[in-house]
């Protein structure tokens, strides 16, 4: 249902544009954010946009990235800039979808992408 794409090997300072599509029967999509999870830490929030363009990001992302989404095209993007070594993790990116002939809200994740942020 979401394929992620975009991650990579970067030099701290540089820049990487992450993108997920959704695909399917879908009717509708609510919220659409990234979540990362670096070895040994918990999955955390990065950012997350709702349906209408309304944007939330974590401290320690704030004024280095960008959430974007093309509701035409079921698509979500993350501009990364200003990247940091604790930056390093896997990208996930998330989407609550209603499915065509359903009535519910669903959950979904892509399969993960890799940024490392190293010199």
């Known amino acids: 249902q979401l394929q992620a794409s975009g991650g990579g090997l970067v030099q701290p300072g540089g820049s990487l544009r992450l993108s997920c599509a959704a695909s399917?029967?879908?009717?509708?999509?609510?919220?659409m954010g990234w979540y990362r999870q670096a070895p040994g830490k918990q999955r955390e929030l990065v950012a997350v946009?709702?349906?209408?363009?309304?944007?939330n990001y974590a401290d320690s992302v704030k004024g280095r990235f960008t959430i974007s989404r093309d509701n035409a095209k079921n698509t979500e993007h993350l501009q990364m800039n200003s990247l940091k070594p604790e930056d390093t993790a896997v990208y996930y990116c998330?989407?609550?979808?209603?499915?065509?002939?359903?009535?519910?809200?669903?959950?979904?994740w892509g399969q993960g992408t890799q940024v490392t942020v190293s010199s």
């Open positions: 998330n989407a609550v979808i209603r499915e065509v002939g359903r009535y519910s809200w669903s959950n979904y």
């Open positions: 946009i709702t349906s209408g363009g309304n944007a």
């Open positions: 399917g029967s879908i009717r509708s999509i609510n919220d």
